[in-house]
């Protein structure tokens, strides 16, 4: 574990953003005066490179109308394949494994439809109890479309302590009655990062396909889904990638399943010189882009184009170095300026294994989030108590850390949260 210089006071902070190689990606946003954002782990903020693809996507709608689909700087009819090559060096894939599409949900029913392929004695899904309950949702329902009982067919691995997962609880719940593993690369709450070499490789020694959401990874973490033999992934753009709300969203397919029939077809799962010969039996395309449904939402695709030309000026590794360090910074600001508060760390306290966010615990941590945000910080909330916080490495500097950690100071030392009542709003 690497470790890092610290000192508690607002000139080193000011230091460490002099010395930041990617503060001037800062320039690039627009971060509000007055704020500070920490939940870019739930909702990127806006990049003017974002900004200026969405705006030339929208004139090429305004002057070229359908012949948007071919002509423009950007067409429209590829620019799924397009963000799928983009995005792939972000998660260690070939630039046909991966395509921009559907919604986080979609595409793990899609997924799901294509894999799960119950037989004999393997019937059962292997999950676990800590994943976001959307990724259960779905898996619940695939269960009862092929007339298996959730119950006792989704089989969710127990945490031993409600933080984090051990692999070697994972491992051994793959037994022979399981046909197909989905896991979190990083969980949502505790930011603990899973070892997805090691767990693929188990799977397969037991012949067992296995995918992975790779929501609170992407953009924050580098991957290899293709180096480890990953059979698929899926995740949303909006976090760590900064695409906006409601961003479409991606999928890996390791491209040894090409030609595997998509579970649930549609025409831009064309072969794309087929797609328009509008015949009924489908020509599947030969790549990732077999795995898409439908019509590609073009506008809320448009950002992603400026967003991860920042990420290829950026790269992963530079934005995965920063992230441990700032992170870190606000792990060691936190346990030298709030002891004796009732705080706790709920991250892993190795930085291989911590993702890009702080999970801070506290029994008030509701009231906690709503005063930070009365103060003009912005955390987030994750029940039962956990504020999340998210130093962004493209526009957080480790001054506002700083900062962010003084204001949280003076609330707790002040009971300024006890105006507040301790439940959640509607959106966390």
């Known amino acids: 574990m690497q470790t890092y210089p610290f000192e508690p006071t607002q000139e080193f902070a000011r230091q460490l953003d002099l010395n930041d190689q990617l503060a001037h990606f800062r320039n690039e946003f627009y971060v509000q005066p007055g704020s500070i954002y920490l939940d ?105 479309m092929h007339g298996y009982d959730p119950d006792t067919n989704l089989v969710r691995v127990k945490s031993r302590d409600g933080r984090f997962l051990d692999e070697e609880d994972i491992i ?30 188990e799977a397969h020694k037991r012949s067992i396909l296995i995918g992975f959401d790779a929501c609170h990874s992407i953009g924050a973490i580098p991957h290899s889904f293709s180096e480890w033999k990953v059979d698929f992934a899926y995740w949303c753009n909006y976090k760590h990638l900064n695409g906006g709300p409601g961003s479409v969203a991606a999928l890996y397919v390791n491209r040894r399943h090409f030609g595997t029939r998509a579970g649930l077809a549609g025409w831009f799962g064309s072969r794309k010189d ?114 999340r916080l998210a130093p962004v490495a493209l526009y957080t500097s480790y001054e506002e850390v700083w900062n962010a950690v003084q204001v949280l100071k003076q609330i707790m030392v002040e009971k300024q949260f006890e105006k507040f009542k301790n439940e959640r709003g509607v959106v966390a």
């Open 274 to 387: 087929k797609q328009f010969d509008m015949e009924h039996t489908l020509t599947a395309a030969e790549t990732a882009g077999a795995y898409q449904i439908g019509t590609p939402h073009v506008l809320s695709l448009a950002p992603l184009i400026g967003s991860l030309e920042m990420f290829a000026d950026a790269g992963i590794e530079n934005i995965r170095q920063k992230s441990l360090q700032i992170n870190q910074y606000l792990i060691a600001l936190i346990e030298n300026e709030l002891a004796g508060m009732g705080f706790s760390i709920g991250n892993p306290r190795d930085e291989a294994r911590r993702g890009g966010h702080v999970s801070l615990e506290h029994a008030e941590a509701a009231r906690i989030c709503k005063a930070l945000k009365e103060k003009g910080v912005v955390p987030d909330f994750r029940s039962p108590n956990v504020v």
């Open 40 to 144: 870019g782990n739930s909702l990127g903020l806006l990049s003017k490179r974002a900004e200026t693809t969405l705006l030339k996507v929208l004139e090429d709608w305004k002057t070229l109308g359908i012949d948007g689909w071919m002509k423009g700087k950007y067409p429209w009819f590829g620019l799924s394949e397009k963000l799928g090559e983009m995005m792939a060096p972000l998660v260690g894939a070939d630039p046909e494994e991966v395509i921009v599409t559907g919604s986080t949900t979609v595409n793990l029913h899609q997924l799901a439809a294509t894999f799960y392929k119950p037989e004999g004695k393997r019937t059962k899904i292997l999950a676990d109890e800590l994943n976001f309950p959307s990724d259960t949702y779905a898996l619940q329902s695939q269960l009862h």
């Open 172 to 201: 051994a719940a793959m037994r022979d009655d399981i046909a197909l593993v989905i896991l979190p690369t990083v969980l949502y709450r505790s930011g603990q990062i899973l070892d997805m070499k090691r767990l693929a490789e």
